[in-house]
């Protein structure tokens, strides 16, 4: 079993009720208020999990600055008022800072037996090859 800090559990809950908020405000027809309180406390447990300089090293890598302007444009566009174009721009972002991700994930959801049989079906099988996931 893997042991957490202290910190990094309330990162895991200020991350979960983050992703909570961004999907409820996206639920209630992009509800400003309700995305701007998912970003921020989005971003702020990825501070307390993985650490604020770790933070700071992964977001600010000179080959992902275009990955972290995007996503952190998105998140103060939803600040400013205006949630459908902020909530393009931080997908974008996302998928950009975290493609490298994607694989090692997709790779641990097929072995993984309910979800690892759909994933092997013909046509998603192909689509996430495809797609080098």
């Given at each position: 079993?893997?042991?957490?800090?202290?910190?990094?559990?309330?990162?895991m809950?200020?991350t979960?009720?983050?992703?909570?908020?961004?999907?409820f405000g996206?639920?209630?027809?992009?509800?400003?208020?309700?995305?701007?309180?998912?970003?921020i406390?989005?971003?702020a447990?990825?501070?307390?999990?993985?650490?604020?300089?770790?933070?700071?090293k992964?977001?600010?890598?000179?080959?992902?600055?275009?990955?972290?302007?995007f996503?952190l444009g998105?998140?103060?566009?939803?600040?400013?008022?205006?949630?459908?174009?902020?909530v393009v721009?931080?997908?974008y972002?996302?998928?950009?800072?975290?493609?490298?991700?994607?694989?090692?994930?997709?790779?641990?959801?097929?072995?993984?037996?309910?979800l690892?049989?759909?994933?092997n079906?013909?046509?998603?099988?192909?689509?996430?090859?495809r797609?080098?996931l």
């Open positions: 079993m893997i042991s957490l800090t202290d910190s990094q559990k309330i990162g809950g200020l979960g009720f983050g992703v909570f908020f961004l999907f996206m639920v209630l027809f992009f509800d400003k208020a309700l995305l701007a309180i998912g970003n406390l989005f971003v447990g990825l501070a307390f999990v993985i650490g604020l300089e770790r933070t700071f992964f977001f600010f890598q000179r080959h992902k600055f275009k990955a972290t302007s996503f998105g998140v103060v566009v939803v600040l400013i008022g205006w949630p459908i174009i902020g721009l931080e997908i972002g996302f998928f950009l800072l975290f493609r490298g991700f994607f694989p090692v994930a997709v790779g641990f959801i097929r072995r993984v037996p309910v690892g049989s759909i994933l079906l013909p046509g998603i099988s192909g689509s996430t090859t797609l080098n």
